[in-house]
């Protein structure tokens, strides 16, 4: 079984990050989840949004043992579906009978895909993932960026796909 699913979330499918992943998650079989057609509200303190899809999508990603988030960079950090799933995590460390669900993705390890129109991806864009992966117990797998700024160019970064995908299926699984 693949062990490895993508998260996706971008203000558009088949933009320049819809098109980045799908190389990537055929070239690894991997599933790509699209958050934009999920229904997950933003954090609410009092958790009336606690069955909408945040709690299926999550259950989901906890069957495979590598999660690849997927993002435009957007104001220096990821898109609107994806802060919203990720300040939804927090459900699980207020929520005690969530408690367990939200241990389980620890050890799992995360990797980003991403694209901008700078040379590569901010700092502050990656290091505020690799600290959410730290707080959460994820190990983090690395990144691979895309630099669309004269569009959507596939030739341009087909060594640090190649990295990537061979990092990812290094790794057991894959
Ligand atoms: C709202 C918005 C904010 C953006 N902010 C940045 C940014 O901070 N840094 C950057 O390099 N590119 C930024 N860009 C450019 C996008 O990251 C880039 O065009 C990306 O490839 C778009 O991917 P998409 O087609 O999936 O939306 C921004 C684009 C949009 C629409």
Redo the contacts with the bound molecule.
Sequence with gaps: MNTAIALFA???RN????QFIDWIANSLSVQIIDLSEKDITPYDYDHNNINDDFIPVMNQLLSYDKIIFVT?????GP?AQMKTFIDRTSDFLDIEELKDIGRKLRNKTAYIVC????DDA?SSFINSFKSTFEYLGMNYGGYVH?N?ENG?NPVEYKDDVDKFIGSISERKGV
Excluded: F, K, L, Q
């Design positions: 971008s203000a558009r933009g320049n990050t819809g435009p960079v957007y104001w220096y898109s694209t901008s129109i700078s901010d895309a669309c959507y």
